[in-house]
């Protein structure tokens, strides 16, 4: 079946930098991959997405490469900020499965 | 101007009520999805329906029901309420089942058994 592996959190930083949270999947066929933000007490946000292979998705500072040879979509950012404090969840949809997959969330903690 | 919204927010309840959470959506969307948060935070799919009809139903005790009166509902209601019931049931929508198109999600409803 498909899965979603994330690395184990929390991860902590201090602000301004550098950002990679590690995400790799197995799939059948060709999945989409994406990846969501939860902050505290609230729900997840799409944060990112992207469909085929090679294609890269950003938004707000953060970017994901679709790696169909690695089976990888890792996240990354290149100066974090205190508001980016959240659990980062990577996850995959296939063309045989209407639900998402995924992987079992990263905290990140960013302190001054 | 809320996408998804979900009622209610917290439920705190005895174990073997009956309770209901609802979900609405108003984006246009014709598919909604159930989805379990348990405490580490681990998101798993329980129910989907595309225009009112059910079409993932994973492996849930027959305790969970969900109902979608329209494309625009979807509403869960649970029987008989266990202690592993805790946990946060986020409610989700997209436009159709393809692949490429993200899944928009709730707020979520705390469930606390006691």
């Known amino acids: 079946g498909d899965s979603v592996t994330q690395m184990e959190g929390p991860v902590t930083l201090s602000e301004e930098a550098f950002l990679t949270i590690n995400c790799t999947y197995t799939a059948t066929g060709y999945p989409s991959l994406f990846w969501y933000v939860q902050y505290p007490g609230e729900g997840l946000q799409l944060l990112l997405k992207a469909t085929k292979a090679d294609d890269k998705g950003s938004n707000k500072g953060f970017e994901a490469t679709y790696r169909k040879e690695t089976t990888s979509f890792h996240l990354e950012k290149g100066s974090v900020q205190v508001s980016d404090s959240a659990v980062y969840f990577c996850a995959l949809r296939t063309g045989g499965g209407n639900k998402l997959t995924f992987g079992t969330g990263t905290q990140l903690k960013v302190e001054l | 101007d809320t996408a998804v919204s979900q009622t209610p927010k917290y439920l705190v309840t005895q174990m073997g009520n009956d309770k209901s959470i609802k979900c609405e959506q108003n984006?246009?969307?014709?598919?909604m999805y159930w989805y379990k948060q348990d405490s580490k935070k681990f998101l798993k799919i329980m129910f989907s329906y595309n225009n009112k009809e059910l079409i993932i139903n994973e492996t849930v005790p027959n305790r969970f029901s969900p109902k979608s009166p329209d494309k625009a509902h979807l509403n869960l209601h649970i029987n008989s309420l266990e202690l592993g019931d805790s946990a946060v049931y986020f409610c989700?929508?997209?436009?159709?089942?393809?692949?490429?198109?993200?899944?928009?999600f709730g707020d979520g409803t705390r469930l606390s058994i006691l």
């Open positions: 989700a929508s997209s436009h159709g089942t393809e692949t490429n198109q993200p899944q928009h």
């Open positions: 984006l246009g969307h014709d598919t």
